[in-house]
Every structure is written in structure tokens, then in C-alpha cells.
């Protein structure tokens, strides 16, 4: 079990902590995001997308499409469960059709999982603290997921 907290500044902050963890994704790996609205998910994924090799640009909120797919280094599934109202809305989009595949996946409002939150995933935690701060933490319970927080913490700024 490894976490660790830490409170970006200013959204360029955030980015280049989605940046660090974009560069050692591999094939399968699972984020699961919690979050108020605007406490920095998309951003954070913004910088991950970039870690990735792909134009952060053309990262936006998926909140109205439910999931947007990415072409980089790996492809990136980039999620938003925020319309989704019951974990039976969850089974029903067939949401694990990627999930459980060669990509990465990120999942904005992982709240609204429920049981189906997977078993094995990297957890993080957005909040908003005022106009430009957001105390983040990540945490994992299982071995791999706990190497890569320690090599993350070890560069973070
Ligand atoms: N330290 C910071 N980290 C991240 N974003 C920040 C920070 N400071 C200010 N911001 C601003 O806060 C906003 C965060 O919006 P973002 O879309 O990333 O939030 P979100 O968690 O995805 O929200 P939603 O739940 O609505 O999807 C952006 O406009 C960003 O520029
Ligand atoms: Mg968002």
C-alpha cells in the first residue's frame, strides 16, 4: 500500500503531474478519479495525454459523449461517469469493453461505480482547495500500482 498527497498550484502544475505518470503507463493500467467539478481531473488527464505523445489540445471533457478514445504511445480511454446515475447505467454502456484491454484508462467521477469499481486500479484524489490550488492524492493498494507511486513521488517537484 503506497499514497501520497501533494497540492499543485496552478493548473501547469497539474499537468506536469499527469505528464510524469503518462510516461510510465503500461498496457491495462486503470485510474480511477474522484472529484468535485473543476477540482482538475481533466486537467490532470490533459497532462497524462501528453506523457503519452498525444496533443494535449485534443483533450476535453468527455462529460457529454461518455468516453473519448486517444491515439499515442498507448491509446488512452479517457471516461466521464458524471451523467451516469446508477451503477446499472455503468453495466449498460458496456463500459468494461476497453476497460479491461491493451489500452489506459482514466475515469473522471469514478464515484458513480459503485460495486463495479474494478479491484485492481490506481486511485486518485481531486480537491478543490481555492482559485488555483487542488490537493491531489494517489493511492494504491497493490504491488505494481505502489512501485509507480514511489517512482512518481520521487520526482515530484
Ligand atoms: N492547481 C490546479 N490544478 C488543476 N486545475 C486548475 C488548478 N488551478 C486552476 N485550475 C483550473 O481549474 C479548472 C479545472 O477544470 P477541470 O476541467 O480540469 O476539472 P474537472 O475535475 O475535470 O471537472 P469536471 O468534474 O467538471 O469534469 C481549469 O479551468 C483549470 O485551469
Ligand atoms: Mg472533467
Not at 505523445?53 to 491509446?75: A, E, K, M
Not at 479491461?100 to 486511485?123: A, D, M, N, Q, T
Request: proline fraction near 4%; hydrophobic fraction near 40%; charge should be negative.
Amino acid at each position: 500500500m503506497a499514497s501520497f498527497t501533494l497540492t499543485t498550484r496552478s493548473a501547469a502544475e497539474t499537468l506536469a503531474l499527469g505528464q510524469r505518470l503518462g510516461r510510465r503507463l503500461l498496457p491495462g493500467d486503470i485510474i480511477c478519479m474522484f472529484g468535485d467539478l473543476g477540482s482538475g481531473k481533466t486537467t490532470f488527464v490533459r497532462g497524462v495525454a501528453q506523457g503519452l505523445g498525444i496533443d494535449p489540445g485534443d483533450i476535453h471533457s468527455p462529460t457529454f459523449v461518455l468516453l473519448n478514445i486517444y491515439h499515442g504511445r498507448l491509446v488512452l480511454y479517457h471516461y466521464d461517469f458524471y451523467r451516469l446515475e446508477k451503477p446499472d447505467d455503468i453495466a449498460a454502456i458496456g463500459y468494461d469493453d476497453f476497460l479491461y484491454g491493451e489500452g489506459v484508462s482514466f475515469i473522471e467521477w469514478s464515484e458513480r461505480f459503485g460495486p463495479l469499481i474494478p479491484k485492481v486500479y490506481l486511485r486518485t484524489e481531486f480537491v478543490f482547495i481555492d482559485e488555483t490550488r487542488r490537493r491531489i492524492t494517489l493511492s494504491a493498494e497493490d504491488e505494481r500500482y505502489s512501485r509507480m507511486l514511489k517512482e512518481l513521488k520521487a520526482f515530484s517537484p
